[in-house]
């Protein structure tokens, strides 16, 4: 089965300054990568996604960038704010309706005012 | 949107209770509803997936007869928590992708449940 590794589990960064988050996937037929954020006793929330037919996607502050044939996804996250301090999580699937979603181990981040 | 509701937010039972958690999907068919496990500070782990009118598939090292899954109709799916003890203690959330077919539309997760066995 899909096995996806996420890095690091914790970042502390700047207000303002970006942050990345990192993720492996094992599974080369997994086609369809969502990036979570996750508040304290909350639904997961959907912050941006990709397929495997782009390389790279963008809304606002946010991004993630895909690498298909290294089997790698990237979260960046620029101008961050002390609101943007949550649990975020990368997973993957299928892009089928059946699929089940497979998750990185998240990744606390903290922005410091 | 496509919307999951799940019921209760929270519950806390005695242990060698069973508690009753609800998926409901308002506004899609969900032939398949997924159910994670959640304990604190880490990932969410897929337990089983629940087919409308067939056995729910289980993940490896998930007791089926202790997890009872029941997807009776295409918008609601139950997971019952049976003899409940102290470690089955977690945050239980349900999720269903509406069906694919031209719509690009992620996964939508329920509200889950916080479950605290004493």
């Known amino acids: 089965g899909e096995n996806v590794e996420q890095h690091p589990s914790t970042l502390s960064v700047q207000e303002g300054d970006s942050a990345v988050i990192k993720c492996t996937y094992s599974d080369s037929a997994s086609n369809y990568f969502p990036w979570y954020k996750q508040e304290l006793g909350k639904r997961p929330q959907l912050i941006i996604d990709i397929r495997s037919n782009v390389g790279e996607k963008k809304d606002q502050r946010i991004a993630v960038t895909l690498n298909k044939t290294a089997k790698h996804f990237s979260l960046h996250i620029t101008e961050t704010q002390p609101e943007d301090s949550a649990v975020y999580f990368c997973a993957a699937s299928l892009e089928t309706s059946g699929s089940r979603l497979t998750f990185g181990e998240g990744t606390q981040l903290t922005v410091n005012p | 949107g496509a919307v999951v509701s799940q019921h209760p937010s929270w519950v806390i039972c005695k242990s060698g209770t069973s508690v009753k958690i609800e998926c409901r999907s308002l506004?899609?068919?969900?032939?398949?509803m997924f159910w994670y496990r959640q304990f604190p500070k880490q990932s969410l782990m897929l337990m089983a997936t629940s087919n409308e009118g067939s056995k729910a598939t289980y993940e490896q090292g998930v007791e089926k007869d202790k997890f009872l899954i029941n997807h009776a109709s295409l918008t609601l799916s139950t997971l019952t928590v049976t003899s409940a003890h102290p470690e089955d203690s977690s945050f239980y959330i349900c999720s269903a992708r509406p069906p694919f077919g031209g719509i690009n539309y992620g996964y939508t997760f329920g509200s889950g449940t916080r479950l605290t066995v004493v």
């Open positions: 506004d899609f068919q969900a032939t398949t």
